[in-house]
């Protein structure tokens, strides 16, 4: 993967740049793809439903409100998740289970760590445009994430080598 600092770089009229307030908390520090949204709250039984579909290399986005009451991803989906080909997921709000989540093939990004479950109410929006870390995300666009951050584009991003 080309460092989201050389995409900044060439690509700076084309990308929005996420806020630097998500920590990593996956097995993957840098992993790109196409982006699947979901807003919630409190709830994850839309994130449940999508890491148990074919992930195809994308990266779910989901806003949760930046609620850092309950966890909108553990060990067991992140597991379904890197298993189902899920190049990555991200949550503006909490996440469990440190110590699974870095064993997982899958990059893992969030506002923080939360020993509380999620409510179980089937409730959320799939494929909507969300915020997210001062950005806005929409279904189809191209994330990239590293070390240095996390850049978003309506367009995937090459450089020419």
């Given at each position: 993967m080309t460092p989201v600092c050389d995409l900044c770089d060439a690509f700076s009229e084309a990308v929005?740049?996420?806020e630097p307030v998500l920590k990593s908390y996956g097995g993957e520090q840098a992993f790109f793809g196409q982006v699947e949204t979901?807003?919630?709250?409190?709830?994850?039984?839309?994130?449940?439903?999508?890491v148990n579909e074919p992930g195809s290399g994308r990266i779910l986005v989901v806003d949760g409100g930046a609620s850092l009451k309950r966890s909108l991803l553990g060990g067991d989906l992140a597991g379904k998740a890197a298993s189902n080909g899920w190049a990555g997921v991200i949550v503006n709000g909490a996440v469990r289970d440190a110590a699974e989540l870095e064993t997982e093939a899958l990059g893992v990004l969030a506002l923080?760590?939360?020993?509380?479950k999620t409510e179980k109410r089937?409730?959320?929006?799939?494929?909507?445009?969300?915020?997210?870390?001062?950005a806005v995300v929409r279904r189809g666009?191209?994330?990239y994430a590293d070390r240095d951050?996390?850049?978003?584009?309506?367009?995937?991003?090459h450089l020419q080598t």
């Open positions: 929005q740049v996420l979901i807003r919630t709250h409190e709830d994850n039984s839309r994130v449940r439903d999508a923080a760590l939360i020993p509380m089937d409730l959320g929006v799939r494929g909507v445009p969300i915020t997210v870390a001062g666009d191209w994330l951050g996390v850049i978003v584009s309506a367009e995937p991003l």
